[in-house]
């Protein structure tokens, strides 16, 4: 699927708000990586928070089953128009924060999530937002649902563990910079 922004204008969005965090999409080995052994196909329901210009997005929307949906959560603005240009029937794409998980799941009609998948910056996040929505996240699985963090180092691990008892951590080096990846089960 063709990228949804060019990398000019991914650059502009980092430069002018702090919340892009990152100077390059996640790379495709990356992508590759933090999907490994989950089974994409199986999921109904699949959140993404700070899909960005959409490295994750359509990965997921190749790999998805045709009945499911995949909902994007993201505040730029730019971003969001970026993604609205992806053509696929499966795909929600809001504006707003990943701290209002379980309010926009209520108003497209689900009750829960199967998987999360987050690339907002845990350290450029106040303390409560980071607690707020680890805990949003666990309360929006399903029992059987996954959180998938990927950041620049294992920094979130430590709120992480406060509500998942299982936490599985990768490492991607080829990407700019080296991805660390954490997979969270209940
Ligand atoms: C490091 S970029 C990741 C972009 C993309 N997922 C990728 O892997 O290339 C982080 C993204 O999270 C978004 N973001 C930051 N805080 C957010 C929040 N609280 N809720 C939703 N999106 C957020 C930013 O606007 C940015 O697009």
Do not use: W
Not at 1 to 10: C, D, Q, W
Not at 137 to 143: F, G, H
Not at 151 to 178: C, G, M, T
């Amino acid at each position: 699927m063709a990228r949804a922004m060019s990398n000019m204008e991914y650059l502009r969005q980092f430069i002018k708000d702090k919340n892009v965090a990152s100077l390059f999409p996640t790379s495709q080995f990356a992508v590759k990586r933090a999907f490994k052994n989950i089974n994409m196909n199986g999921y109904k329901v699949i959140v993404e928070y700070g899909p960005g210009e959409g490295a994750f997005t359509r990965r997921m929307l190749d790999r998805m089953a045709p009945d499911a949906h995949l909902i994007a959560i993201e505040t730029n603005e730019q971003m969001v128009k970026a993604l609205k240009r992806i053509n696929d029937k499966r795909l929600i794409v809001v504006n707003d924060s990943a701290e209002n998980i379980q309010s926009i799941l209520h108003k497209n009609g689900f009750d829960s999530a199967d998987c999360v998948v987050s690339g907002i910056p845990f350290t450029f996040l106040k303390r409560h937002q980071r607690v707020n929505i680890v805990k949003y996240t666990r309360e929006a699985l399903s029992s059987m649902g996954v959180f998938i963090v990927y950041q620049n180092s294992y920094y979130a691990v430590k709120y992480l563990e406060k509500e998942f008892n299982h936490i599985a951590r990768d490492f991607e080096p080829r990407n700019i910079p080296p991805l660390f990846i954490m997979r969270c089960r209940l």
